[in-house]
């Protein structure tokens, strides 16, 4: 009987800690709990990476006079996964608010947070082709985050937190491209004096942004391995804010030239620079790579498009297998790191 008593005490006591201590639940519980509660707001890169190959692969089927059978399933696999990412996510905030709280008070995970609306707005020019009325919707609904994130980075940028030279990356420029991104669709739907306002934004961001970040990667300690393939960012703003320029201005003059010949500089100087950051270990930042690719790509058969230039539909076509085999690389790699729960690792 005293045996019996002993593990009965035993029991209530272990109830009792449990009850005390909610983390100690069932293993596998606890460990998707974990997961959750580690879901990066970066995944959104992922939505911006395959909004882009569906563009891409619109744009090039175009160029040759493909039917758009590839682009069309990449666009509802792209559907699909925003679906996921933000029911995930939503449920991190719902769950685990204090984490999300935390990302949005990180000095280099803030920048990720207009993702989530250049996702929307990257979505809708994806739509257009599709439907209109529902390209318009998800467009205003983009637009009108993109305002608020732009507002509450920025304030975050200059409010009374202090940020280290450290601190500073090429992920910053992510609330400048969304704004240039919104006059693409914009403009189509008729929404032409709220895309200059977006472009107005953009630009100058991109410009005060771009000073500085030069001068971190310059004068100051290198970017850390896990931020390196953020460097490819730079190829962005400049390639989005072409295809603004030519959807607000409907052509491309002096401007779209320098626009796209400086994308084309970023290209270079980063592919000077690909071979060591393909040597790093995966992770989530590696989506950086994506988006700026595609960017390029819609902007060289854009260009050829608009000049009639064979060489820059052969830029754009080179550019094309490029993305597709870096898109089908990450999507590899992110499910192994997802099945692994290597990118649910706190810091």
């Known amino acids: 009987m005293t045996l019996i008593n002993v593990a009965r005490a035993n029991i209530c006591n272990i109830h009792d ?49 493909l039917t758009g059978a590839m682009s069309s399933v990449v666009y509802l696999v792209t559907l699909a996964l925003f679906a996921m990412i933000c029911g995930a996510y939503l449920a991190k905030l719902l769950r685990h608010r204090a984490m999300v709280v935390a990302e949005w008070n990180h000095p280099v995970k803030l920048a990720f947070f207009p993702a989530i609306s250049i996702s929307l707005l990257l979505l809708a020019v994806a739509t257009l082709p599709w439907h209109a009325g529902v390209a318009e919707a998800v467009w205003l609904i983009g637009a009108g985050l993109q305002v608020v994130l732009t507002l509450a980075v920025i304030s975050g940028w200059i409010g009374t937190r202090s940020f280290l030279q450290g601190h500073l990356t090429p992920a910053w420029f992510i609330p400048a491209v969304g704004n240039v991104v919104a006059p693409i669709a914009g403009a189509q739907l008729g929404y032409v004096e ?64 320098i626009l796209i010949n400086g994308a084309y500089l970023f290209v270079l100087i980063v592919a000077v620079q690909m071979p060591a950051i393909l040597r790093l270990p995966f992770a989530l930042s590696f989506w950086a790579l994506s988006f700026p690719v595609a960017a390029v790509t819609i902007a060289s058969f854009r260009y050829a498009d608009l000049a009639a230039s064979p060489v820059h539909q052969l830029i754009g076509l080179v550019l094309l297998v490029i993305l597709c085999l870096t898109l089908a690389a990450l999507l590899l790699r992110t499910w192994r790191a997802v099945r692994s729960g290597a990118v649910f690792q706190p810091d």
């Open 17 to 65: 800690m449990k009850q005390a201590d909610p983390s100690m639940t069932n293993p596998e519980t606890e460990a998707g709990d974990g997961k959750l509660a580690h879901f990066p707001v970066a995944f959104f890169t992922v939505v911006m990476g395959m909004s882009g190959l569906t563009l891409a692969l619109e744009t090039g089927e175009a160029a040759l006079g």
């Open 194 to 257: 709220l895309s200059w306002f977006f472009m107005a934004i953009g630009l100058i961001f991109w410009v005060v942004l771009l000073a500085l970040v030069m001068n971190r990667l310059i004068f100051h300690d290198p970017l850390p391995e896990r931020l390196q393939p953020t460097l490819v960012i730079l190829i962005a703003p400049p390639a989005v804010g072409f295809l603004a320029w030519t959807a607000l201005a409907g052509g491309l003059g002096p401007f779209g030239r």
